[in-house]
Every structure is written in structure tokens, then in C-alpha cells.
């Protein structure tokens, strides 16, 4: 089994609402093994996923430009932590809020209420702004990201 299954499996028995996002999702639809996994988890702020994930193994807040975005666990099952030796990364929905009036004008804030769509839309490109919920397998592609990889 790939080492990305073995690591979405894993997260699938943690009892998170979580999604595979990004890369790994366009990796995925183009036949293609990924080398990471990202995990989106909407309704959870950083402290719940820390109370979620801590009896897991060790978890560390996940900074991006000096804020914490999100969290990494290092879990204490050796299989999966050799399968993702960097951890595995956790992050509550993010959305894009205005600070100016320039289109560089902008920060990413951390927002659990908001939608998987929300957190797609603040992507660089419709085929990393896709997303597969674990639970079912249901593909949220709000932009069309699978129309574009078909060009690939």
C-alpha cells in the first residue's frame, strides 16, 4: 500500500471530520503517488484539534508568517510515524480578509466556521482547489480543478 494511503487511512480512524486538500487531491485524480498530505477540518479550531489529536501523539502548532495555522502530529504509532516522518498536518478552514485596498492587500485568518469552499477559494490554481473528504469520498471541486487537469 502507498505510504499516503497508509497515512489517510490513519487519519480516517481519528474520528475528525478531515479532508484530503490540495496537491495531494490533484496527485491523486491524475494517477499520480503523492509525497504529502494535507488535512482541512472544518468546525475545529487549533485548541480543538489539539484535544482531538494530543492522546495521538505529540502535536505541535503549525506557524506559517508568524501565525499558527494549523497543527502537525508526530502520532506515537511507529508504522504511521515512519510513514510521515515530517508529521501530519491539520488545519482548520482559512479564508482571505481584506486589509487595504491593493489585491496584495490581504491575510489568511483561521476561521473553523467557515466552508470547505471557503478554504478552496483562497488556493493558487483550480486543480490544487480540490478536495476529497475522507469519511465518503466526496469530492469537493467548487472551481472546475478536474475540468482543468483533464487539459493536463
Known amino acids: ?20 486538500v490540495g496537491g ?25 484539534l489539539h484535544e482531538a489529536l494530543e492522546q495521538h501523539g505529540r502535536v505541535e502548532d503549525l506557524i506559517v508568517a508568524g501565525k499558527t495555522v494549523g497543527v502537525r502530529l508526530f502520532p506515537r504509532d ?3 510515524r515512519s510513514a510521515a516522518p515530517a508529521g501530519i498536518e491539520f488545519a482548520p478552514p482559512r479564508r482571505e480578509q481584506s486589509t487595504g485596498p491593493g489585491r496584495h492587500d490581504f491575510e489568511i485568518v483561521v476561521d473553523p466556521s467557515a466552508a470547505v469552499e471557503d478554504d478552496l477559494a483562497r488556493r493558487d490554481f483550480t486543480i490544487n482547489a480540490i478536495a476529497r473528504r475522507l469519511s ?13 487537469l483533464e487539459v493536463l
Open 24 to 48: 495531494a487531491v490533484r496527485d491523486e485524480l491524475l494517477g499520480l503517488q503523492s509525497k504529502d498530505a494535507d488535512f482541512l477540518v472544518p468546525a475545529v479550531d487549533i485548541v480543538g
Open 78 to 80: 511507529r508504522d504511521i
Open 1 to 20: 500500500m502507498a505510504v499516503m494511503n497508509v497515512v489517510q487511512d490513519y487519519v480516517a480512524t481519528l474520528g475528525l471530520d478531515a479532508y484530503l
Open 136 to 148: 465518503d469520498g466526496l469530492i469537493v471541486d467548487p472551481f472546475d480543478g478536474r475540468r482543468d
